[in-house]
């Protein structure tokens, strides 16, 4: 079975802190591993897309990386801003087709 | 450039009645995907289309929903007659190509069934 698994499911830091979100899949065909910021009420925009020949793929204070062979992702999230809070979706590309199999996110809420 | 656009943002209707979602993807964007998502759990894939055809609707639920794209510009789906488990938030994205391009989401339509 498709599926994305996301750690942890919230997550509360300081403004100005780094943090890391994790996630794990299990997609095949997989084609590619994307992560998406979702403010609330509104739908998500794309941070990375990497395919599964790419390690890693910033974004200005975003980074995400890739290891295929364990299939395995992670966002880091550097010099945190109160903007960041948000819900971060790691999403996978399945084929060539662009369907995406989407993980339940990760809530990040960032305190002054 | 416009972004993707979704109407209504909103819509509560009984259980029974009918609902028509609209999609309004990006100027010059063949793809065109449909995406759902019930509370408490991740969003889903419901169909995709190149133009005005359907690539991929292995996501529906079922017969009650329809989804069309007439022309190969914005794309309705309309959900005939709503159940109680359809509510949730419906998103449609667009993208030029399909595989690894960016899909751009719109906000989403919000859908109530009572």
């Known amino acids: 079975k498709n599926q994305v698994e996301q750690s942890p499911q919230s997550l509360i830091i300081l403004e100005g802190k780094n943090c890391t979100l994790q996630?794990?899949?299990?997609?095949?065909?997989?084609?590619?591993l994307r992560w998406y910021k979702q403010d609330t009420g509104r739908g998500p925009v794309s941070l990375t897309i990497?395919?599964?020949?790419?390690n890693t793929k910033s974004n200005g204070r975003y980074t995400a990386t890739l290891d295929a062979d364990t299939k395995q992702s992670s966002l880091h999230i550097t010099a945190s801003q109160l903007s960041d809070s948000a819900s971060y979706i790691c999403?996978?590309?399945?084929?060539?087709?662009?369907?995406?199999?989407f993980g339940q996110g990760t809530t990040l809420q960032v305190k002054p | 450039e416009a972004g993707v656009t979704q109407f209504p943002s909103h819509s509560v209707i009984e259980k029974g009645q009918t609902v028509t979602l609209r999609c309004d993807p990006i100027?010059?964007?063949?793809?065109l995907y449909w995406y759902r998502r019930v509370m408490g759990k991740e969003i889903k894939f419901l169909l995709h289309?190149?133009?005005?055809?359907?690539?991929?609707e292995s996501g529906m639920p079922n017969n009650r929903f329809l989804a069309e794209r007439t022309g190969g510009t914005y794309s309705t789906l309309k959900v005939q007659p709503a159940e109680l488990e359809d509510s949730g938030v419906y998103f449609c994205?667009?993208?030029?190509?399909?595989?690894?391009?960016?899909?751009?989401f719109g906000p989403g339509t919000r859908l109530l069934v009572l």
């Open positions: 100027s010059g964007h063949d793809n």
């Open positions: 289309f190149v133009k005005e055809s359907k690539q991929d």
């Open positions: 996630c794990n899949y299990t997609v095949s065909p997989f084609s590619n």
């Open positions: 999403v996978a590309g399945s084929s060539n087709t662009g369907k995406l199999i």
């Open positions: 994205a667009s993208s030029q190509g399909a595989g690894s391009g960016t899909q751009y």
């Open positions: 990497m395919t599964f020949s790419e």
